[in-house]
């Protein structure tokens, strides 16, 4: 299933990556899509689904096939800086699922590689794209939230199933960005100072030497230029709660706060009465909102996929990725961003590991 002309685009990582091929190939400017993957079952099995001959079982070969003009990996995090380097210095375009690395001498070999290749990086953060986001900054842009007073993220899930053990040992923080970049985005603004501390102490049976040893960690982000901060909570492990990954936005005007379960109750707009001189306090009403999806903003082509995974953030990060590349300008996520972004949770990290001191994260 290939088109004249347009990108050649190769998905590396056909777990979480099979979700993105069927929109590659529907993108009007994306000509030829291939396929990499080491499990042969999984890459046999996708390129029967999708139609694709190009199929690859290492990084390496997709890259000496020399001709992809694009790399999007959706692969292990442990492996995402190295390859990311490796598919800039290949003079390729590269997206990469979150997080762009774990650690700052990565970040900043990311954004030096992106400078001197001259090629578009993205960090593919389904956070900024999902339909509440949207819509929150749709009620941002219009000023009806008011003046920002408070902001709020949080992701609860528990690994302690088949997840690879790899996961075990990365700390909360290192994967806050789902939580945090929306925030940031909504605000344009980086943290410049983060003061976190983790919560309990992981079972024996799933801490991993040398690595971390909380199941919890919370952190108060203080944004750079502004009296407002942001309050993120990440989870991996010995918390009763149910999977959730979302942000609240409270103004002095109205507020959006997540729906407390997943795709079983829609969020809640609360919005401020006048004040009133027979009551004590102001109130404030509330109403379950219907957040639409956003095919409008897409292609007509991959406007059948607006309504899919991760808040139907797929066709909006594969289209901002291919127009940036088309256009010759940098992705929405560049690599500075993606390195601010990334830097506040690796730096909520060491915070929490010295008890809470206050850490200043490098300004990219």
Known sequence: MSKTGGLAIGVVGLGFGSAFVPIYQRHPNVGRVGICETNPEMLAAAGDRFGIDDRFSCLDDMLADGGFDAI????????????TLRVLRAGKHCACAVPAA???????????????????????????????????KDLLDRGELGNLT???GTYYQDLEADYPKYW???????????????????????????????SGRLHSHIQQSGGNVFPLQTALFQLENSDVVAEVTRSWFQMARSYTEGFSVYGDQKGFEWAQLEDREEPVLFTMEPPRHDIRWRNATSERVVVPYRPDLLPEALQEFADGGHGGSHPHLVHEF?????????????ARTAANWTVAGICADLSARQDGEPIYPPEY
Do not use: N
């Open 72 to 83: 999007h990996l959706l692969t292990p995090v442990p492996l995402h800086a190295e390859q």
């Open 102 to 136: 774990t650690s700052i001498e990565d970040l900043e070999a990311i954004i030096a590689e992106e400078e001197q290749s001259g090629k578009v990086y993205m960090m593919m953060e389904t956070g900024i794209y999902c339909r509440e986001f949207l819509y929150v």
């Open 150 to 152: 408070f902001l709020r």
């Open 168 to 198: 075990w040992a990365q700390p909360p923080m290192h994967y806050a960005t789902h939580a945090l970049s929306p925030l940031l985005a909504l605000t344009g603004k980086r943290v410049s100072k983060v003061v976190c501390m983790g």
């Open 322 to 334: 291919v127009t940036s590349i088309v256009e010759g300008r940098k992705s929405r996520i560049d």
